[in-house]
């Protein structure tokens, strides 16, 4: 044992020995590098697989939305033409409403004329009182 320093193993303070603890240190580090190195490597790989993932997912969804979105505008213009389909027949039927209306009032006055225009008169007047008190 080499009292002088205090250090019983007297061949590690000789040069050799120095040298043997820098070389195990540096395999050491060269190793944690070497499982840094994989370690990054496989996160890049993850990273990659998990972007491609998705990516993937990304790109079904979208699909999906527009194939939904399609189905809505599709669905949009068949009640719109539903929609133009019932006025029109709303149209024709209050057409038809007021060619009736039309023809029943020249009916009643070709049987009562002189009925017809003293309503008339009559309806003149009542406008025309109305008009003067607004």
């Known amino acids: 044992m080499n009292h002088s320093n205090g250090n019983p193993n007297p061949g590690e303070h000789g040069p050799g020995g120095s040298t043997s603890h820098s070389a195990a240190a540096r395999g050491k580090l060269s190793e944690a590098g070497e499982h840094l190195k994989t370690a990054a490597q496989l996160a890049g790989n993850t990273a990659r697989s998990a972007a491609e993932v998705a990516g993937s997912e990304l790109r079904s969804g979208g699909r999906a939305v527009g194939d939904e979105l399609r189905e809505a505008a599709q669905s949009s213009r068949v009640a719109a033409s539903e929609a133009r389909g019932?006025?029109?027949?709303?149209?024709?039927?209050?057409?038809?409403?007021?060619?009736?209306?039309?023809?029943?009032?020249?009916?009643?006055?070709?049987?009562?004329?002189?009925?017809?225009?003293?309503?008339?008169?009559?309806?003149?007047?009542?406008?025309?009182?109305?008009?003067?008190?607004?």
């Open 86 to 134: 019932v006025a029109d027949e709303q149209l024709h039927a209050a057409i038809e409403r007021g060619r009736g209306l039309l023809q029943s009032t020249e009916d009643l006055i070709r049987a009562r004329p002189l009925a017809s225009v003293g309503i008339a008169v009559v309806a003149g007047v009542l406008l025309s009182r109305i008009g003067r008190h607004e």
